[in-house]
């Protein structure tokens, strides 16, 4: 008996779910003719890979993890084959965010002192995430005027 209550719960909430994603065709079904065809696009489903991507995106347009992988800044070269790396890997916007970010610490870091074997020395082990974080944050203090 408990059985065949999961069973027709899973099958409501399986109707209930295509209408959702296809309600002109799940009008006027009754439950076990929704939860049929639910059950078939679900076996489809399981197919497929869950974080698949479409075919059309080229690689620029998905997801970037590597704003969140760590920079190399134990020297200048390290850190500028990591920017590499974020150039071929991340969108385009995000590039050119992450380069705005670092033009911005060379200028307004102090610790920096305008040198970038300094500034990348202290964004060692930061990912480009974390680095336009820092300068959201910079910027977004408030100044100290004495007018």
Same mark, same amino acid.
């Given at each position: ?34 939860? @049929?065809? =639910? ?15 479409? @075919? *059309?995106? %080229? ?9 969140? *992988? ?6 200048? !070269? *390290?850190? =500028? ?7 071929? !890997?991340? %969108?385009?916007? @995000? ?53």
């Amino acid at each position: 008996m408990k059985q065949k209550h999961i069973i027709s719960s899973f099958l409501l909430a399986s109707s209930a779910y295509l209408a959702v994603l296809q309600p002109e065709e799940a009008l006027g079904r009754d439950a076990s003719e929704a939860g @049929e065809s =639910t059950m078939t696009a679900a076996s489809e489903d399981a197919k497929e890979p869950e974080n698949r991507v479409p @075919e *059309t995106l %080229t690689h620029k347009d998905r997801a970037s993890p590597v704003m969140d *992988t760590p920079l190399d800044g134990t020297s200048i !070269e *390290t850190f =500028t084959a990591g920017l590499e790396h974020l150039d071929e !890997e991340a %969108t385009e916007e @995000e590039y050119r965010s992450v380069m705005s970010a670092l033009d911005f610490l060379l200028f307004y870091d102090i610790g920096a002192r305008r040198s970038k074997e300094r500034l990348y020395a202290r964004l060692n082990g930061k990912s480009p995430n974390e680095i336009l974080e820092k300068v959201h944050k910079t910027r977004n203090q408030p100044r100290n005027n004495k007018d």
